[in-house]
């Protein structure tokens, strides 16, 4: 079965408004007998005669009438699927947005970051889950809308990624233990009982990378799953946490953070997002937000965005 003409559906609406082949070709910039061979290619697709001569002019008949409003909707509706997309109401905007970070990210920054939303954008959700992994599949399949973290291999090649701030690793401890007071030396640094972070369960990490060339290691203890749980358990115990420093901000009240004793390793946190979304005006504002939000909290001037793929 052939598909329909749609550009039928604008001269059948005209026609079903006009009752006139004559004013429709005027409405279209046709010719009448143009106008008419339209009409007729309409009769044949519906299999209704649609206007008939009544006198001197042209009545619709019982399915023209039918047609008429859900023609008129159709027309109308496609004329705002290929109308660019008018300016984003922030104040009427209902909508849920999923973000996956880990849960340094989200205690840190996630609070300045529902400020925002909500003070711009009453009606809109965040929803924030946990990021477990690498793998880029839920960006890629709509599960998740934006996420944050370390550009990697591991991602794929379409995703797309903006800077928001470089880190560094620093040694954190509990408020009164013994690398709390005084300079904290490698020797007095490996010397202590260490927590390794690491969501796959590896004791090997960026921390010991960079330890490797002095040929030093330290005493791991205990590997956990993420940062927060990291300094929990530094908190409570004379363990030793090395997490990054701004991520972290937040989870580090009342604890003492120092430099570690050898050249820390960096990272850039960046925002990543798959390009179905790399247009859409709700999205750009959020990506805006989160940009801000970080911004704000660390001092600095928010980055441009781009749209480089990662």
């Not at 954008?121 to 793998?135: C, G, S």
């Not at 390793?265 to 709700?282: N, Q």
Request: aromatic residues 4%.
């Amino acid at each position: 079965m052939s598909r329909p003409d749609l550009n039928l559906l604008v001269a059948l609406e005209v026609l079903l408004a006009e009752e006139s082949v004559a004013v429709a070709a005027r409405r279209l910039q046709l010719s009448p007998s143009a106008m008419s061979r339209t009409l007729a290619r309409l009769r044949e697709a519906t299999g209704d005669p649609l206007l008939v001569r009544a006198g001197r002019g042209l009545v619709p008949t019982p399915r023209a009438l039918e047609l008429r409003a859900r023609v008129g909707q159709l027309v109308q509706d496609a004329g705002a699927v290929l109308r660019p997309v008018e300016a984003l109401d922030l104040a009427v905007l209902a909508r849920t947005f999923t973000l996956r970070s880990s849960e340094g990210f989200a205690e840190t920054f996630g609070p300045g970051l529902i400020a925002r939303v909500g003070a711009e954008a009453p009606r809109v959700r965040l929803r924030f889950v946990q990021k477990l992994n690498k793998d880029s599949g839920p960006l890629r399949e709509g599960a998740v809308d934006l996420e944050t973290g370390i550009v990697s291999q591991e991602m794929g090649p379409e995703v797309r990624s903006q800077a928001l701030f470089r880190d560094r690793f620093i040694g954190v401890v509990r408020a009164g233990h013994p690398l709390s007071k005084g300079r904290v030396t490698l020797s007095r640094y490996t010397s202590g009982r260490h927590i390794s972070i690491s969501r796959r369960g590896l004791e090997q990490g960026p921390i010991a990378e960079a330890m490797a060339p002095l040929g030093l290691q330290r005493d791991i203890v205990t590997v956990v799953g993420g940062f927060s749980t990291a300094l929990a358990l530094a908190r409570s115990s004379d363990l030793i946490a090395s997490v990054p420093e701004r991520h972290t901000g937040g989870l580090r009240d009342g604890m003492h953070s120092f430099r570690l004793p050898f050249a820390a390793p960096e990272i850039t946190v960046s925002l990543l997002w798959h390009p179905r979304l790399d247009a859409d005006p709700a999205h750009r504002w959020l990506r805006r937000c989160v940009r801000d939000a970080c911004a704000d909290l660390l001092g600095g001037s928010p980055r441009s965005e781009s749209r480089d793929s990662k």
